[in-house]
């Protein structure tokens, strides 16, 4: 129900107004009644009316000052002037404090109906917008992390050059004239999947609350964060940053991490050059090399050998491997020379070719050793990579 406020002085002309807008639009409002200015404005802070229906003559504070406040209370009210004087002496002031309408005394029915289901309408319209308006906005926040971690892979696979980056830095309200990377590497000795990712959640926390910047996923023990700075920029502020790193997992996680920073560039295209320089530091030391796209792929390949049996879809191997499907089919394509598809089908008909070599099998148990569910398929699939059936190829043994 809508919340209703009617005030006037006379309790005849409350009243009626309340039982005629009871009888003609049951059950859609809750009514409340004032005698003043002073108790419409008390009334209005406390309920909040959808609607004021105000006298424009009332003892102490009048109708027009008494509208004021409470549009200062909230500006979402709509407010409709009772009067039985001229309107139109007043029109430019009523106008300017947001009066939606007026009813002359005695005000009939119809007028009364009218203005009324006319503001429930403007209402309805207002709360759904309201709504639309939220939705979006939950959605952004709910797509703005998943962005940021598209945009910090974007700047760690130097794909720069796509036009979409720019897009993506909109969207996540990543404007950078000037940047550094900095590069968090935790050892290959650190191998607790679950407190990794703990890890990198709380800094990721940590380092929002700090400073504006982007936090990669974790790539097995590796996390890029893409910093901007100002004109004003000192190299003090970086190595601080290191410092409060080094001590916020040490104190969270009694953890000994290694903190690289690459030097200020310009624009996008600069922090991905000083991601390579934060990488490039870490090569010398030995067994604390990151991962790199190529280990990405391995451990994509090793997952592949060992699950090829299984419905294997490219979107869960992303997954395993910490990356979007979107930035994994790009990765894997650009090292290993073949598209995630083609791999698949090739380790899954190098495997049916050592199973047909097995007379006992049949070439429908083999269809599904090797992952596939429908046997025409399997077969079709075989004479792409093979340039024969698999019952031709049995027959060569």
Known sequence: MYRLLIADDEALEREGLELLIDRKMPN????????????????????????????????????????????????????????????????????????????????????????LTKLLQELEEERAKRSHELGVEETLAELIPVVESELAMMLMFNQVQEVDVNRLAQIANFSVRRGYSMIVYLAETYTHEEEKKKLHDELKNMLKTVTRCLVSPLLQNEIAIFIPVTDQYDPKQSEGFRMKINRFIEGRFGLSVRVEIGAVQIGLPGLQKSYQDAKQSLLPAEHQEADKPQTIIEKAQSFVNQHYAEDVSMEQVAEWVNLSSYYFSKVFKSESGQTFTDYLTEVRMEKAKQFISNMELSLKEICFLVGYKDPNYFSRAFKRYTGMTPTDYRNLM
């Open 28 to 115: 859609t409002f809750k009514v409340f009644q004032a005698s003043n200015g002073r108790q419409a404005i008390e009334l209005a802070e406390e309920y909040r009316p959808d609607i004021v229906l105000m006298d424009i003559k009332m003892p102490g504070i009048q109708g027009l000052e008494a509208l004021k406040q409470i549009k200062a209370i909230d500006h979402r009210i709509k407010m409709v002037l009772i009067t039985a004087y001229d309107y139109f002496s007043y029109a430019q002031e009523a106008v300017s404090i947001g009066v939606k309408d007026y009813l002359l005394k005695p005000a009939k029915r119809e007028q009364v109906v009218g203005t």
